[in-house]
């Protein structure tokens, strides 16, 4: 590791411990956390479906890409070059800022969206370093490469206006050690949102298909496309969830493929070219949601 961190310009000198203690490091928080971001930018994600032999604890493990969440150290996702997600980026990002001796605890929350609900293991990993100058935190999202935020409130209970936070800590003390207790933490955290609150930040979406979807027969050219409007909103009613705030998507055709895209400008609202292929999933409804949270919320 002391490679990487001399390639990132965050090591000035490495001395033998009994010399000088704690590695001598940039005392500038924000070059540091720009070189961090740039080192675990590097790291892969590992597709679905494929089989690999990773170093666990010092033990080799072999497994899919998901059967690796939460369970490795620092030292051996950054030596992998490999991410199985959002936690392997984020506690890779600690280890390297607490090299450096910042003080950097884990962030991990639970998505506020109709398929979390469903599947209660749906979240997201973000980082929050203490800046030791000014004492304020600066939250970073090492998955996305990117500051949240320059002084960020350990008081908050959202980030990105979708994620409701179940753990803020020291690596040491976070309860998801595999994909097992992963699962309990998303489940337990979800449990801990008040109604008002799952009111407030999810919609109610309120959808209009524009011609271009509309065959000659007067189907729809997405064939999963009746069902998703017929269902829309029913699991959240079911729930007894009543948002508060309406949003108008007008639909339209998209490519011969599955991929869709929500857009927002001014002069049109929010527009939505819906993939002739696309599963029109509860997937699909939570990327409306989370698109349009994170433009509310100006992210």
Not at 73 to 85: F, H, K, N, R, V
Not at 95 to 111: H, I, K, T, W
Not at 129 to 150: C, F, M, Y
Not at 240 to 247: D, L, Q
Request: with cysteine; glycine share 10%; aromatic share 10%.
């Amino acid at each position: 590791m002391i490679a990487v961190l001399l390639s990132l310009g965050l090591l000035q000198s490495v001395k033998p411990q009994s010399q000088t203690g704690n590695r001598a490091c940039s005392s500038d928080i924000h070059k540091m956390i720009e070189g961090a971001l740039a080192e675990t930018g590097k790291l892969h994600d590992m597709p679905n479906g494929r089989v690999y032999q990773l170093s666990v604890g010092g033990k080799t493990v072999t497994g899919q890409g998901d059967d690796f969440l939460r369970l490795r150290s620092g030292p051996e996702i950054l030596a992998s070059g490999l991410a199985c997600g959002c936690g392997d980026y984020a506690i890779s990002f600690i280890y390297l800022m607490e090299q450096c001796g910042f003080e950097a605890n884990l962030v991990d929350s639970a998505e506020i969206s109709t398929q979390s609900l469903r599947s209660r293991f749906s979240g997201h990993a973000v980082v929050a370093v203490r800046d030791k100058g000014t004492g304020r935190w600066i939250l970073a999202d090492p998955t996305n490469h990117r500051v949240i935020s320059e002084d960020w409130s350990p008081t908050d209970k959202t980030f990105y206006g979708n994620y409701w936070i179940g753990f803020f800590g020291p690596l040491a003390s976070y309860p998801a050690h595999d994909p097992a207790s992963l699962r309990k933490f998303y489940d337990a955290t979800l449990k801990t949102i008040p109604i008002e609150v799952l009111n407030e930040h999810l919609f109610r979406f309120r959808f209009t298909v524009d011609p271009s979807l509309i065959g000659e027969n007067g189907e729809y050219l997405n064939p999963n496309l009746a069902a998703f409007l017929r269902d829309n909103g029913k699991f959240l009613r079911d729930a007894g969830i009543h948002p508060s705030r309406e949003i108008e998507i007008r639909l339209i055709k998209g490519g011969d493929d599955a991929r869709s895209t929500l857009d927002f400008s001014d002069k049109t609202g929010w527009v939505c070219t819906v993939g002739l292929r696309s599963a029109c999933s509860p997937g699909f409804a939570s990327y409306l949601e989370t698109r349009v949270a994170r433009r509310l919320n100006g992210n």
